[in-house]
């Protein structure tokens, strides 16, 4: 399983594929149905969608 934090890099990030097993360290807690990855010039935003319905959000 992989916690998605603060101190998770950049490259453990890109590195996360559909069907890891990945959690927030808090309620959100699932597999990997699929990723979206933004650039919005300020930040790299990482949108990880679960099987569950719920999404985790990064910004880095």
Known sequence: MIRIDDELSLSALREIKLGDMVTDTFSKTGLVENIDRIDDGLYL????????GRVIEVRR
């Open 45 to 52: 935003i990482f949108k990880f969608f679960l099987v569950t």
